[in-house]
Nanobody, 123 residues
């Protein structure tokens, strides 16, 4: 089992930026694909971005393409989500998650979850 802890959330203005970080401990972090999910009030949780075990493959939900960037540092056991040009609709609780394999195969493959961190975008 891997333990995940998110940081870096908070309040930002529309058009601004935030950088989320997720520190992992426990299971060998570098072997597994990682992902960021979000859940807005009244909506289902959706995957935002995922990255393979060595960072050679990334996927994004269409609504964040060109604005968000997922990356990882396997020495620091940390995965990041750089969020630029934030929009009101990016407001949500963001969750870091670890998958069961080395590459992203689908949102149901994620086995370990962080507690979540609030991101609020204001006009």
């Amino acid at each position: 089992q891997v333990q995940l802890a998110e940081s870096g959330g908070g309040l930002a203005q529309a058009g601004g930026s935030l950088r989320l970080a997720c520190a992992a401990s426990g299971r060998t972090f570098s072997r597994y694909a990682m992902g960021w999910f979000r859940q807005a009030p009244g909506k289902e949780r959706e995957i935002v971005a995922a990255i393979s075990w060595i960072g050679d493959n990334t996927v994004y939900v269409d609504s964040v393409k060109g604005r968000f960037t997922i990356s990882r540092d396997n020495v620091k056991n940390t995965v990041y989500l750089q969020m630029n040009n934030l929009k009101l609709e990016d407001t949500a609780v963001y969750y870091c998650a670890a998958s069961g394999g080395s590459y992203y195969v689908g949102p149901s493959d994620f086995r370990s979850w962080g507690q979540g961190i609030q991101v609020t975008v204001s006009a």
